[in-house]
Structures are given as C-alpha cells and as structure tokens.
C-alpha cells in the first residue's frame, strides 16, 4: 500500500479531471481511485492527504501539528513521551494513516487513524488550528478518517476524549454517530471518556 499514491483532494489527474472540475472548491476525497465525497462538508480551498512518510516536508509539517496540539492541551492531557511519539510516527502508524490538511501549502490540520485490531481503527490527534475552526475543517477530517476506515472493511471506529475540557471534540463526535463504549486502552489521563462508531 505504501507504494500506491494515497489522497484525499486534489487528485485531478487524467480520468478525474472532469469529475474533480465540478467540486473544484470543495473537499473531495480519493482512497486508491475510489472517491468519497462527505455530506454536507464544503471547506474551500483545502486538500486532506495521507502523507508518504518519506516526504520529508510533510512529515515535518504533521510533527509541527502535533506540537502545536500538546501545547494546546491542559498539561494533564498531554501525551506523556511527545518527543518519543514525534521520533517514531513512521513506525507507529505504519498499518495505519497520517492524514494532512493543508490550505495554500500550509498545515492546518491532521488526524491520525490506526488498527487497534484486525475489526477496529483508532482515530487520535484530531487538531485544526486556530483561524481554520469554524470552517468545517474538524468534520472533514473525520470524514476523511472514517471513510479510510469504510474502504479497508473495518467493522468499528474508537477514540478516547476528555469530554468536559474538550467538549467541542466531544460534540463533534457525537454528531458523526459516536457513542459512549467500554474502555477498549489505557490512556495518561484520568476520567477519559470512551467512544465508538459502528461501520
């Protein structure tokens, strides 16, 4: 898979030209020539790809994200290794999908999707920075991250939040379908809040 070119917008080339002409200011998904195009999420301007983890660059912006994100976080939230989850991002999700969203070349947003078995994805450091939430940009990212899930026949999607101090996470996940689920990992903070998404 790794050698496949994996993209979620601004896949135009040949035959999907035409197609990607009609939705040329909106979000268009593209997972391995197929296309998955989320209701009602219209972000102008902004392209979500997979990123190749020997792009240098992205991967450069995915870990200035991530940075941003922590420090973002109440301290006891925190990942408590970010320098050591920073080193191995190649090699920890490796079975699963760095996602990227950029406007006019820059970061704005990620997501990480990773298999926690061979039925259930995990989605995690979902963050869109400052000026860009209000756009849609946060729903798109999930959208993104749970049509991956949808194309590899995952039967069930889970995350962990802190439901109070990050309420709008929160609510956003509960708009998509997710519900309240048993404790699936440990986490380094206390009261987390477990939730899934059936496929």
Not at 113 to 130: A, M
């Amino acid at each position: 898979m790794r050698g496949a070119r994996r993209q979620y917008g601004g896949g135009c080339q040949n035959a999907k030209k035409a197609r990607c002409r009609r939705r040329a200011s909106h979000i268009s998904y593209y997972v391995i020539g197929r296309r998955f195009v989320p209701p009602n999420v219209e972000v102008p301007g902004v392209e979500i790809a997979i990123v190749d983890v020997a792009d240098d660059a992205a991967m450069e912006a995915f870990r200035g994200l991530l940075v941003e994100y922590e420090a973002s976080l109440d301290e006891d939230l925190r990942i408590s290794d970010l320098e050591g989850e920073l080193l191995a991002l190649a090699r920890r999700y490796a079975d699963g999908a760095l996602m990227l969203a950029r406007a006019g070349g820059k970061a704005v947003g990620c997501v990480v999707v990773n298999p926690v078995d061979g039925k259930s994805v995990e989605i995690k450091r979902l963050y869109v920075v400052p000026e860009s939430r209000g756009t849609g940009l946060g729903r798109a990212l999930m959208e993104a991250a749970i049509a991956y899930a949808r194309e590899r026949s995952f039967a069930r999607i889970v995350l962990d939040t802190e439901r109070d101090r990050l309420a709008q996470a929160y609510a956003l996940y509960r708009s998509l379908g997710f519900v309240h689920c048993e404790a699936y990992a440990p986490v380094d903070y206390e009261s987390p809040t477990y939730m899934e998404l059936e496929l």
